[in-house]
């Protein structure tokens, strides 16, 4: 049986509206990462003459194909360096798929890389392909270091298959990834000394150096330097932990100088609980209130060990928080009406946005029972001050809840395709939800949503 209640049926009063502010860098990001690999492949026209026989273009597509994963694995560290103009702006869900694209094309040219310059050199030689590959990698300058980094590069992309992921957990796969840097390395040495695009060339050398150096600046400060920074200023530490639902807690923090994090509602930090079996890892969690200068709220569904052990924490717990990140903020809404739609645990950012996003603001709460709608007394209380519209989406007792379609969505928010739409849930409801909005006519560039799946 599916239950729905509503919470008055009128816009918002009394919030301040402001004009949400569009950035050009979700556009100029890829064009500048394209410019980039168009400079590369000028790099190695530039430097080549001419190209002669099976050898020579097995060759050249070995140079070409190197040149690109060199280049890949700068951008593919710039893209997670956490840089916040790229966060708040692409949005950190966008910016992970862009890196998990880059990521399979920068294995796939390192593999052929390798594949093409052995068969080019063994037609060049006369020699076998297995002699020739013994030659290479021995006998060549930074060359084992090299294959060790190739090794590494394709060890990682394996594991971050989709099937390897589902077989461990997010902190074992995020930690694994760690050996991307030292694959960098690796392979930045052996580029250099063996790279013929590179090998007397001052300027293609100091190019590559001001790439690399750069790349690992950004990294080194904003996933090294500003947390720790923020850490030791903002003193994070844990003042309670509340049950919100079956599975369901708020951990409530304090600290100092909070008013100089920025968090927007809509917003996430990583955090990192420095208790037994917590500390060594740092964990995605949305505030689910707009962040106070005081005090700050995650609210947290026990969905792995993690989570689950956030239940347990004791007060004066210290915490140290890497943030905020995501784009999932006012900052994307282009429409004055707003709808929000939430899945399960996936109310915790949208209960922070309905409490301020200006305009006419639609909450629809998607729950398999009624006890497991978490903070739905905050919810309540502030429709019924800003007069928003509330539906509870709630399957009892067999927790079948009505399909989410373009005609149910359409039914609770008549004139749907004039909204913007702020969504997020599971990845199945996400999906669902994402088709649906579309067949009830909402833009695609009007559906908002960011995920942490990994």
């Avoid at 860098?25 to 026209?45: E, K, N, R, Y």
């Amino acid at each position: 049986m599916t239950t729905t209640f509503t919470t008055s049926t009128d816009t918002t009063r009394g919030t301040r509206r402001r004009r949400p502010r569009h950035s050009a860098v979700p556009f100029l990001a890829p064009l500048v990462i394209w410019a980039g690999a168009a400079g590369v492949l000028a790099l190695w026209w530039s430097d080549t003459t001419s190209v002669v026989g099976p050898a020579g273009w097995l060759t050249g597509a070995g140079r070409i194909t190197g040149l690109l994963a060199g280049y890949a694995c700068a951008v593919l560290l710039a893209l997670m360096a956490r840089v916040p103009l790229l966060d708040h702006t692409v949005g950190t869900d966008r910016l992970a798929r862009w890196h998990a694209f880059g990521g399979r094309c920068t294995v796939s040219l390192a593999l052929a890389h390798t594949l093409l310059i052995i068969w080019g050199y063994s037609l060049t030689s006369h020699t076998n392909v297995v002699s020739q590959t013994s030659t290479l990698v021995l006998h060549y300058p930074d060359l084992l270091k090299g294959t060790a980094g190739f090794l590494l590069f394709l060890a990682t992309g394996v594991l971050s298959a989709r099937a390897a992921r589902r077989r461990m957990s997010y902190e074992t796969w995020h930690y694994l990834h760690f050996a991307t840097y030292l694959a960098v390395f690796l392979a930045f040495g052996h580029q250099l000394s063996n790279g013929a695009d590179f090998v007397g060339n001052r300027l293609a050398q100091a190019a590559w150096y001001t790439l690399f150096l750069g790349v690992a600046a950004l990294v080194a400060w904003y996933r090294f330097a500003v947390p720790l920074r923020r850490g030791l200023r903002h003193r994070l530490r844990v003042t309670a932990v509340r049950p919100e639902a079956p599975g369901v807690v708020s951990v409530h923090l304090t600290g100092e100088h909070l008013d100089e994090l920025g968090g927007e509602p809509g917003q996430f930090l990583r955090w990192r609980f420095l208790a037994r079996g917590l500390w060594w890892t740092a964990n995605p969690y949305s505030l689910s209130a707009p962040a106070h200068p005081r005090h700050l709220r995650i609210t947290v569904k026990a969905a792995g060990g993690h989570s689950a052990a956030l239940a347990r924490l004791a007060p004066g717990t210290r915490v140290w928080a890497e943030g905020p990140y995501g784009g999932f903020t006012a900052n994307r809404r282009t429409a004055r009406k707003v709808l929000l739609l939430a899945g399960g645990v996936g109310i915790t950012p949208l209960r922070a946005l309905f409490e301020t996003l200006p305009g006419q603001v639609t909450l629809v709460y998607r729950a398999r029972h009624r006890e497991d709608l978490a903070l739905r007394g905050e919810i309540d209380a502030i429709a019924a001050r800003r007069r928003a519209t509330v539906h509870y989406d709630v399957g009892e007792p067999a927790g079948r809840s009505s399909p989410l379609t373009a005609r149910a969505l359409t039914a609770l928010v008549p004139d749907l395709a004039a909204h913007d739409v702020y969504l997020c849930g599971p990845p199945g409801m996400t999906q669902a939800a994402v088709r649906a909005l579309r067949d009830a006519g909402v833009p695609a560039r009007r559906i908002h949503h960011e995920s942490f799946a990994f």
